[in-house]
């Protein structure tokens, strides 16, 4: 036809080159896969081979083929596997992380950091109930109210000895921050009771009242109690 063409346009009849012979690795198909039913009328659900049957992949597959079928992809032998891990030593495994038991499991014990009991806190903090008139409202009322507190007519400056002898419930002063307080009046609003309150009676609560509550506000709470300031 190609010739035909050019002999028709050119008028020169062609040197004839010879098609490459290309040889195509086409095997025909199975006779009963010639039609999509068989002759019988019945209808013929087999897939088709995958890779075909005359494909490279097969033919290379079947040259390497360790098991020596011909034609069938090579079986891997558990030779030719890579071999698995090594199991982990007991060194190297982590101290708290659920260790493998005898029958396979994992136990539930607790990491060895928190097996230790907590500590216990010998004292519990227990606020006192306070007598009916001696809430913290009644506190900042009676603080208003101009009554005296102090027990002092002008600021001190008060020495430790001179703060050691007003150590009774009825004259109890107590240094906090470098100021010196008169707290018989707080005694009964004190949240925390007053035997407590007493145990700074008479010398510097400051290390004791920041342990307790350092939260406190104790230059507002006690602005009215004022007596003076500790010198040594
Ligand atoms: C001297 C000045 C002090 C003032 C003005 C003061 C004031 C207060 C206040 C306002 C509270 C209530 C705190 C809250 O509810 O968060 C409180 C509670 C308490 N205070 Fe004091 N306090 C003083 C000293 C002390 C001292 C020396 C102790 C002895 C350890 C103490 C023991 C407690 C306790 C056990 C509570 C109750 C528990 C708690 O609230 O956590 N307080 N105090």
Known sequence: MTSYLRNWIYGVTPVVQEEPNILLNISPPPSDH??????????????????ALSSAQRMSS???NSSGTLGLPGMLLD?????????PSKA???PGAPQPTASGGATLQLPPSTTKPPVKVSKRREKVALAPGFGP???AALKSSGADL???ENLLRVTSSMLKEHNKRDDAWTAINGRVYNITPYMPFHPGGEKELM?????DGTKLFGLTHAWVNVEYMLDACVVGFLVN
């Open 62 to 64: 079947s040259a390497q």
């Open 79 to 87: 030779s030719s596997l890579m071999p698995p891990p090594p199991l």
């Open 150 to 152: 102090r027990g002092v």
């Open 92 to 94: 190297l495994r982590v």
């Open 34 to 51: 010639e039609d999509s039913a068989s002759e019988d009328g019945e209808e013929n659900d087999e897939p088709p081979a995958f890779p």
């Open 199 to 203: 145990r700074v009676a008479g010398r």
């Open 137 to 139: 409202l009644d506190w």
